[in-house]
């Protein structure tokens, strides 16, 4: 699809089921599509009697006979909100860099609060790299920050209603690496130490980067680990670059990351936080493409991952 199609789809999707189900099929499998059960490309759409597709859009598999479509084996996978919503939902996630709330989504398709949040939180569960991500390399900028947090509680609350607060508040931390002029790894941590900043880094960089941070004493051990070198800048000392060393790419990710949750969402729970997290470092990380592309990359990124907490509104024990 070129760009012109690509539009025309995404506006036809947003009214009728089975074209928004052939625009998600397009941007999944492209010209080939496979089975996501077995990968078998002997497979065909099911038609009616009408010869028209059947009414639930499946396709079968000649090779292990099953049917699916769509959604199978995807973060849409279970559920029963409409494909015109998930299009509209995905779009919002993608068009815009400090992304969508639940309540937007809500206003914008009708879907309850709850559906709403139902459907981001899994669109972000298959934004999250992978453990197979690969590692960052070349020179690398690492850094902390505190985001997020739920609203002071009331004066008037007794002390044993009051949130513990740490020294950072009701903020929680958060670590992150990017490569200079490639992606960003992130994560949300209980708590920042030195041990935690090592595990992340051991898991996210290659240990033949050169690496960059504040001067920070957290830093010195995992920073022996790198064979390309530790260097830091003296933020103590007001100093933010000497030379190429500085840590201004991160510090910029993190200035987008908290902008998101100052100006879209205001109360997000610890719980999902790292959901939030995750789909920033996506949007960051296709950064460089057109939000059509942005979009066909976080339905690829749905691909293979699904997420079987209950969709509210839906029978429950
Ligand atoms: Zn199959």
């Not at 033949?208 to 790198?226: K, N, Q, V």
């Not at 690829?300 to 839906?314: D, M, S």
Request: proline share 3%.
């Amino acid at each position: 699809m070129n760009t012109k199609e690509h539009l025309m789809a995404l506006r036809e999707a947003a009214n009728d089921e089975r074209k928004a189900a052939e625009y998600l099929e397009a941007l999944r499998w492209g010209n080939d599509p496979a089975c996501p059960r077995c990968g078998s490309v002997a497979v065909y759409r099911m038609t009616g009697r009408d010869g028209q597709r059947e009414k639930h859009l499946r396709w079968r598999c000649r090779d292990c006979k099953r049917m699916y479509s769509v959604r199978t084996v995807s973060v849409l996978e279970e559920t029963r909100l409409p494909l015109t919503t998930w299009c509209h939902a995905f779009w919002r996630c993608c068009a815009s860099k400090k992304g969508v709330s639940a309540l937007q989504i809500q206003r914008e398709t009708g879907i309850g609060y709850r559906a709403a949040l139902f459907m981001l939180n899994r669109i972000r569960f298959g934004m999250a790299d992978g453990a197979d991500a690969p590692k960052l390399f070349g020179t690398v900028e690492a850094d902390e920050a505190y985001v997020g947090g739920k609203p002071r509680c009331k004066n008037n609350a007794l002390p044993s209603e009051r949130p513990k607060q740490g020294p950072k508040g009701n903020l929680a931390p958060v670590v992150a690496v990017v490569q200079r002029g490639g992606p960003v790894r992130v994560r949300h941590v209980a708590k920042v130490s030195g041990a935690t900043l090592r595990a992340f880094l051991l898991d996210t960089v290659d240990t033949g980067a050169r690496l960059m941070t504040d001067e920070h004493r957290m830093y010195i051990r995992a920073g022996r680990l790198f064979r390309g070198g530790h260097e830091t800048v003296q933020h103590s000392a007001k100093e933010y670059a000497r030379g190429d060393v500085t840590t201004n790419t991160i510090e910029g990710f993190f200035s987008l990351l908290k902008r998101k949750f100052y100006g879209t969402h205001h109360a997000v729970s610890r719980e999902h936080l790292h959901r939030y997290v995750a789909e920033a470092a996506f949007i960051y990380n296709a950064r460089k493409v057109d939000d059509l592309e942005r979009m066909r990359l976080a339905v690829k990124a749905g691909e293979g991952k699904r997420l079987f907490f209950r969709e509210p509104g839906t029978a429950a024990a």
